[in-house]
């Protein structure tokens, strides 16, 4: 990972695009924004998903780009001031390397629940090959029919771990 000092023309834009999250209320302090730099394999199963995806896409956009997007991951509270860059994973259905995201920062933050109400946090800016996305009230397909699971409300639940690339680290304080 790589500190992104204030001014530089990346952390502008990510500062800016987490601070719209947060709507009418009070904008978390931004303390520190790391783009994280990953590994080559990581890059590699990340555009193996995106071929994936592509491969047996139905719509034009996931033919496109695999149905790419960024999304937000919030990483729990933790007694100690030490964030890893690595996603947090959940199971859903036969998937054990579900990933959630989130369409805003604020319902990112709101998602980890538990730890303090205050003091410093960490969240993820993804890039998040989606594929073919079911909705979550629609009657469940076979697994191997969608890639992802829009859950209502910003958030969608990735099914393959794979398809979830953490571009930057931001150390906000709230």
């Not at 080559?40 to 149905?67: I, K, P, W």
């Not at 604020?106 to 960490?122: L, M, W």
């Not at 989606?130 to 009230?137: L, W």
Request: with cysteine; aromatic share 6%.
């Amino acid at each position: 990972m790589a500190e992104l000092p204030e001014g530089h023309s990346s952390r502008r834009v990510v500062e800016l695009i987490f601070s719209s999250g947060w709507g009418g209320g009070a904008t978390p302090e931004v303390e520190a924004l790391f783009r994280v730099h990953s590994a080559a394999r990581a890059v590699a199963r990340f555009e193996e998903a995106r071929a994936a995806a592509r491969d047996h896409g139905a719509a034009a956009r996931c033919g496109a780009d695999g149905n790419e997007m960024m999304r937000f991951q919030c990483r729990r509270g933790a007694s100690t001031d030490v964030f890893g860059a690595g996603v947090d994973t959940c199971r859903l259905g036969a998937s054990a390397s579900a990933v959630r995201t989130f369409a805003c920062s604020a319902a990112a933050h709101a998602s980890a629940g538990g730890g303090p109400s205050t003091g410093r946090r960490a969240m993820l800016v993804c890039r998040v090959i989606a594929g073919r996305v079911r909705h979550a009230s629609d009657h469940p397909a076979a697994a191997a029919d969608y890639d992802s699971v829009d859950m209502g409300n910003g958030e969608l639940v990735v099914l393959d771990s794979r398809a979830v690339l953490p571009c930057f680290l931001i150390i906000y304080k709230v």
